[in-house]
């Protein structure tokens, strides 16, 4: 079984900067995408950004230039910095992760962190 934990949300202050980060545990044979999602208040989950095994990275229009993604093949990890904070970034913040866990590929997901930005 494979968990995901995020951590780094937080409250903060328009213009400000805040980094997310995951740590995925359990037993996965192969790696696919990560990428982080997010969900305001009476919206859909929409995609913020994701990134590759190889590092090819895609951003949602709203972030791109503020926003930037890494991981850590590695350590099985990913990263979310978020700069120059608007309060529409406001929402809860999943991580999301492809993994091969025997027999099948699978979509996982952290269970959130709350980003809020103030004006």
């Known amino acids: 079984q494979v968990q995901l934990v995020e951590s780094g949300g937080g409250l903060v202050q328009a213009g400000g900067s805040l980094r997310l980060s995951c740590a995925a545990s359990?037993?996965?044979?192969?790696?696919?995408?990560m990428g982080w999602y997010r969900q305001a208040p009476g919206k859909q989950r929409e995609l913020v950004a994701s990134?590759?095994?190889?590092?090819?990275?895609t951003y949602a229009d709203s972030v791109k230039d503020r926003f930037t993604i890494s991981r850590d093949n590695a350590k099985n990890t990913a990263a979310l910095q978020m700069n120059s904070l608007k309060p529409e970034d406001t929402a809860v913040y999943y991580c999301?992760?492809?993994?091969?866990?025997?027999?099948?590929?699978?979509?996982?997901w952290g269970h959130g962190t709350q980003v809020t930005v103030s004006s």
């Open positions: 999301n992760a492809k993994f091969f866990t025997i027999p099948r590929w699978n979509d996982y």
């Open positions: 359990g037993t996965i044979v192969l790696k696919g995408a």
């Open positions: 990134i590759t095994v190889g590092g090819n990275t």
